[in-house]
C-alpha cells in the first residue's frame, strides 16, 4: 500500500534541493553538535575543567557565536604560547602562517577532518542517498563544514562561503553551496559573532543569488530543527526579496524533516512558520528512518544525469555570455546541411558520440574504436555523408563496411574508394611475399593470443602482425573480435601520438580485416 510520504512527493514538480543541517552530520559521521565542539576546545583553554563551559554560558547565555568568539580569542592565545595544545597537519599549520588562519578555526578544521567517519549504523542509507545524487537531486545547500556532501555526491560543484557563491556563475543544478564555509578552507568558517555579523550584512545578496532555486525547486530541509534561527534567517531574507503573493507561492515548496525517536511510519502534515508577522505555510515529514525518503525521491527524477545537465548548462551559459564555444560544446553553423531551415537541433553528448569536433570532425581512428566497440552513436548514412569525405582525405584506407552495410542508401563512390574486393587486398605486399617465411607459427588466433600480455603493446604488436599472415580461412571471426575487443579495451589510448605507428598500423589493418569478414564479405 502506497504511503502519505509517497504520495507527496510524487507531487514534488522537480528534483529538489536538500538543505542539510548538522543533524545528518551527527548522523553520519558522528560528529559533535555545534555545543560539544565548542566544548572540546573550552577544555583545551581550561585544561579539562569540568565546570569549564558553565563559565561561558552563564556569561553569554545562549548566544553560541558570541561564546565562539570569547573561546577563539581565548584558545589562539594558548595556541601560540603552547605548543602541546597544536594538532594541525603541515597544509593547516601553512594556513595559519602564511594565510593569517585563525588557529582556533584551523583546529576545528582538522579535528572535523580526523572524525569524519562513516557511522557504519547507517551504510545502507548513505548508499541510497548516494544513488539519488545521479538522478533525483538537484543539488544541496548547506551550514555544515564537514565534507559528507563531496563525499555523497562526487562530481557535484562545491562553492564555498558566501565570496565564492557570490562572485561565480552558478548553475543550479548538481551543485553544493557550503554557505557557512568548508574545512577545505578554515577561514570561510562561520562561527563567531563577527563572522555572523558579517554573513548577515550580505545576507540580501546570498538570498538573491539562491532565490532562483527557491522559486524553481522544492526545498527539503534535513538536519535542522525546525525553529533553527540559521534557517529562520534564510527564509526571512528570501521573503524579504518577494510580494506577500509570490512569497506564499513558496510555501509549497518548503519541506521540513523532523527526526522522530521512534520507528513509526513517515508522517506528512502542514506547519506553519512566523516570518516577521507572515505567516509561511509548509509540509513537515516526521519519520526515524531518513531510507524511507530517500526511498520515496526515487520517484522523482531528471531525465538526464544531473551532472550532465550541470555541464551542458554552464557550457551554454558561457556560449552565450562570450559568443564562443569551449572544447566541450559543439555548434553548427545555421547553414549545416543536416539541419533544415525549419529546425533547431540541440544535442547532448560525450565526445566519443559525437567526436572532438562534431560529426564533421571524427576521425578515422574514432571509426576504428566504433567497429568494434560501438561508441558511435550516429547513423550511417551521417558517417558516410559528413564524416567520411574529411577522413578519406587523410587515408585511402579504411574500415567502411559496416557502414555501407547498415545504410539507407548506395555510396557506390565510397565502395569503389576501398579498393578492397577480395582477403588479399587487405594485406600489404610485404605480408603476401612472405607468407612462407611465418609457415611455422601457430595457425590460430585462439594458439597466438595464449597467455598475451595485453598491456605490453610490443607483444601486442608482434602477435598483431602474425595474424596476418593467416590465411582467411584460418580466422575465427568470434576469436578476432575478442581479442581486437581486449586490444582497445586493456589500452584506451592506443590511437595516441605516443604509441609507436607500427603498433597502430597493425591493429589497423586487423580491424579492416574483420570489418571485411564480417560487412564486406558478401
Known sequence: MESDLHRFIKTLPTTPFLFVGA????????????????????????????????????????????IASVVEQEFNKKWFNTPSVRTLSPEMMEAVIKEN????????????????????????????????????????????????????????????????????????????????????????????????????????????????????????????????????KIITSIVHCLSSKNASKLSNRFIFIEHTTEHTPPKVSSHTMDINGQLIPMTKISLYDYSELYEALTMVRNALP???????????????????????????GINDERVSDQELVLAIA????????????????????????????????EILTYAYPKIIKQTNKLAVFKYLKAANKPYPAIREKTKVYCFDDLLSKTIKDNRNKKASIPRSIHELTTGLDYQDLSALNRVNFDICFLSESEINTDDLYSHLKLCLESNPSIFSKETKQEVKTNLRRLIRIYDWLIYGNK
Not at 559533535?32 to 552563564?58: E, M, R
Not at 544531473?306 to 553548427?332: C, D, I, S, W
Open 23 to 66: 543533524g545528518l552530520s551527527r548522523r553520519y559521521y558522528s560528529l559533535p553538535s555545534w555545543q560539544a565542539l565548542i566544548t572540546i576546545f573550552i577544555d583545551k583553554i581550561t585544561n579539562g575543567d569540568p565546570v569549564g563551559w558553565a563559565k561561558y554560558f552563564q556569561s553569554y547565555g545562549p548566544d553560541y557565536a558570541q
Open 101 to 232: 588562519c585563525s588557529p582556533f578555526k584551523a583546529e576545528i578544521a582538522s579535528f572535523i577532518i580526523s572524525h569524519s567517519q562513516i557511522n557504519t549504523q547507517y551504510e545502507k542509507e548513505i548508499k541510497t542517498l548516494k544513488g539519488l545524487t545521479e538522478r533525483n537531486i538537484a543539488g544541496f545547500i548547506t551550514t555544515n563544514y564537514d565534507s559528507f556532501l563531496e563525499d555523497v555526491a562526487p562530481g557535484y560543484v562545491s562553492y564555498v562561503g558566501q565570496e565564492e557563491l557570490l562572485f561565480s556563475s552558478i548553475q543550479n543544478i548538481a551543485e553544493i553551496y557550503k554557505i557557512h564555509g568548508s574545512v577545505t578552507n578554515p577561514n570561510s568558517i562561520v562561527i563567531t559573532a563577527a563572522d555572523y555579523q558579517d554573513f548577515d550584512a550580505k545576507a540580501a545578496y546570498l538570498s538573491a543569488k539562491l532565490l532562483t532555486i527557491f522559486l524553481e525547486n522544492p526545498i527539503i530541509f534535513i538536519g535542522y530543527s525546525i525553529t533553527d534561527s540559521n534557517i529562520r
Open 350 to 381: 560525450s565526445p566519443d558520440q559525437l567526436g572532438p569536433k562534431g560529426l564533421a570532425g571524427i576521425e578515422a581512428d574514432e571509426l576504428y574504436k566504433d567497429i568494434i566497440l560501438e561508441t558511435l552513436h550516429n547513423d550511417s548514412d
Open 306 to 332: 544531473a551532472k550532465m545537465l550541470r555541464m551542458f548548462k554552464e557550457e551554454f551559459y558561457h556560449y552565450v555570455l562570450n559568443g564562443q564555444p569551449t572544447k566541450n560544446m559543439y555548434v553548427a
